[in-house]
């Protein structure tokens, strides 16, 4: 046999191993939800860290006084605003994915 013929039965014999190892650890699905790999465990009567780290967020927040003199001051004052108005548009259709809804033309292409 010629090496290049085994050549290309080795990179075949490869390619179709790679395939099927990527299928089955990647693209099979047993059709149930619960076997995906994901698990939640939930405790009773237990929080989630995100939800006590943000009520202590909120608590620290609740604590904050402004104080208003810094309104009242000359710097503030002298601030300038740089905004620009944007001037009131023509609102378009209510849904921008709805099919046209306009009347066929017998248009003639005339190149």
């Known amino acids: 046999m ?6 290309n039965i080795i990179i075949t014999i490869v ?3 790679l395939a099927f190892a990527i299928y089955f650890f990647f693209l099979r699905g047993n059709g149930s939800a619960n076997d995906s790999g994901l698990s939640v465990e939930t405790v009773a009567g237990a929080t989630p860290t995100a939800d006590k780290s943000l009520v202590t967020l909120l608590l620290e927040m609740k604590s904050v006084k402004l104080d208003e003199e810094l309104f009242n001051s000359p710097v503030f004052k002298s601030l300038n605003d740089y905004s620009i108005k944007i001037e009131p548009q023509e609102v378009g259709r209510i ?3 709805a099919p046209l809804e306009s009347k066929t033309s017998n248009f003639k292409n005339s190149k």
Do not use: G
């Open 15 to 17: 390619i179709a191993i």
């Open 95 to 97: 849904n921008p994915f």
């Open 2 to 7: 010629d090496k290049k013929f085994i050549k």
